[in-house]
């Protein structure tokens, strides 16, 4: 095995299709969106700085998972700013550490455009991100429960 990396989709294009068929298969098949709006919406991410981004975990050529943060990600709370979306691990590359590597990356990133990062899980995939560090802000949101995490460590206090 080689060394992990975390890239941008946009230095990686190669990744663009398996990201897409993830993201789709997991999520946005269910939601009602087609393969070809996800790409669409995921070409978005491939613009340059700021917010919106995709970024893809992998060895060499193998992919291993991805993570977007992006503007919306639940239309009953428009005024959340921005989401940590999509964060899909390949089942044979998890309990390795990609997954929080991924978060971590996205919140590094992130800092520079917003103070904090949101994101909704199910009570299934909770205890995941309680467990690095995120706070739930609110429950029972359409079935989900809302979290928060800054992107910047608090300053220490002398």
Known sequence: MGSIVISPLGAVPEFGAVVTHRIWAAWSESEGFT???LKRDLACNLNGPGIPFTLVAHDGDAFLGTVSVI????PVRPAIWPWLASLWVEPDARARGIGARLIHESLTR???YAP???????ADVAPFYEARGWT????EVNGVTIFRRPTRAPEAVS
């Open 116 to 122: 904090a990062l949101h994101l909704h899980a199910t």
């Open 71 to 74: 503007d919306d990600d639940l």
């Open 110 to 112: 992130a800092a520079a």
């Open 35 to 37: 393969f070809e709006e």
């Open 136 to 139: 739930a802000v609110e429950h």
